[in-house]
């Protein structure tokens, strides 16, 4: 049974830093691109990033480019999201996701989920 765990996720400061983790467990995530994405009340669900299955190559949504970073540890199964530079509108719960193949930035096209983890940014 594939399992995404989200953690990471709290309550900080505008200018703040946090950096979320994805532990992949029922899959060899190495195999699979990660991505990151997010929604916040009344709002779609958002692409944010997103990390090839070889790490070679990524993909970052207009709104965090420059601030966000998203890495792999294959050894660990592992894929973090690094997030600098916080502001308010990075308030959501973020969602990892796992999918078959190439960065796609369409959520749809993720198989696998995890249960989210809140950020909240305060101003």
């Known amino acids: 049974q594939v399992q995404l765990e989200e953690s990471g996720g709290g309550l900080v400061q505008a200018g703040g830093s946090l950096r979320l983790s994805c532990a992949a467990s029922g899959l060899t995530a190495s195999s699979y691109t990660m991505a990151w994405f997010r929604r916040t009340p009344g709002k779609e669900r958002e692409f944010v990033a997103a990390?090839?299955?070889?790490?070679?190559?990524?993909d970052y949504a207009d709104s965090v480019k420059g601030r966000f970073t998203v890495s792999r540890d294959n050894a660990k199964n592992t894929v973090y999201l690094q997030m600098n530079s916080l502001k308010p509108e990075d308030t959501a719960v973020y969602y990892c996701?796992?999918?078959?193949?190439?960065?796609?930035?369409?959520?749809?096209?993720?198989?696998?989920w995890g249960q989210g983890t809140q950020v909240t940014v305060s101003s």
């Open positions: 996701a796992a999918r078959w193949g190439s960065i796609f930035k369409l959520g749809n096209l993720y198989n696998y």
């Open positions: 990390i090839g299955w070889h790490g070679g190559s990524s």
